[in-house]
């Protein structure tokens, strides 16, 4: 079946280090895949995502690309931010007939200053 | 403003008591879903939408009923709620449209306590 695995958190790091979470996953055929963020107290909300193998997703200074050879879907960053702390979801999206979405368990980054 | 609106943000109960929690959109999507959030399994999903009038089940559909009567509006009713309930509720919605991409919008969430 479709799942999705990512790094377990929480991931510390100081500010401006290179951010790097995890997020590999099985599907059949070519699923849609996102990162989505959640900040404290609120909703989930989309950071960026890829349709097809080799697409690169990139937002806010995030980039993700497509691996279907490795089916990864890793979220980087150059340079984190206090603000960026947050927790981070990974998740794919099969269209066959019906919509659904498969989310990994989510990754808490903490920044510190 | 594009949103999707729950309610009540937080609540406690006590078992048995039937309760429900509102969700609407204001963005015409056709697809529409209900996710429980919990301590390291992420979210998961417990009723979906594609349609006015239907519904489909997700992967933790027990204990939990949903109603797609207008577009706008997506309810999920616990009957009965038990203290494995507990947990933090999401609403999300898409356009459901061939070929999007399946952005998904989420609403604040609902922090639910069953007592």
């Known amino acids: 079946g479709n799942s999705v695995t990512q790094m377990e958190g929480p991931v510390t790091l100081s500010e401006e280090a290179f951010l790097t979470i995890n997020c590999t996953y099985t599907a059949t055929g070519y699923p849609s895949l996102f990162w989505y963020v959640q900040y404290p107290g609120e909703g989930l909300q989309l950071l960026l995502k890829a349709t097809k193998a080799d697409d690169k997703g990139s937002n806010k200074g995030f980039e993700a690309t497509y691996r279907k050879e490795t089916t990864s879907f890793h979220l980087e960053k150059g340079s984190v931010q206090v603000s960026d702390s947050a927790v981070y979801f990974c998740?794919?999206?099969?269209?066959?007939?019906?919509?659904?979405?498969?989310f990994g368990t989510g990754t808490r980054l903490k920044v510190l200053a | 403003e594009a949103q999707v609106t729950q309610n009540p943000r937080y609540l406690i109960t006590v078992t048995g008591k039937k309760l429900t929690v509102t969700c609407s959109q204001n963005?015409?999507?056709?697809?529409m879903s209900w996710y429980r959030q919990d301590p390291g399994l992420g979210l998961r999903q417990i009723y979906y939408?594609?349609?006015?009038?239907?519904?489909d089940k997700g992967d933790v559909p027990e204990g939990y009923k949903v109603s797609r009567k207008e577009k706008r509006n997506f309810p999920l009713i616990l009957e009965s709620p038990s203290p494995n309930q507990t947990s933090l509720y999401f609403c999300?919605?898409?356009?459901?449209?061939?070929?999007?991409?399946?952005?998904?919008?989420f609403g604040e969430g609902s922090r639910l306590t069953v007592l």
């Open positions: 939408s594609m349609n006015v009038e239907v519904t």
């Open positions: 999300a919605s898409s356009t459901g449209l061939a070929g999007d991409t399946g952005e998904l919008f």
């Open positions: 963005m015409n999507h056709e697809y």
């Open positions: 998740a794919l999206m099969r269209a066959t007939g019906t919509y659904k979405y498969i």
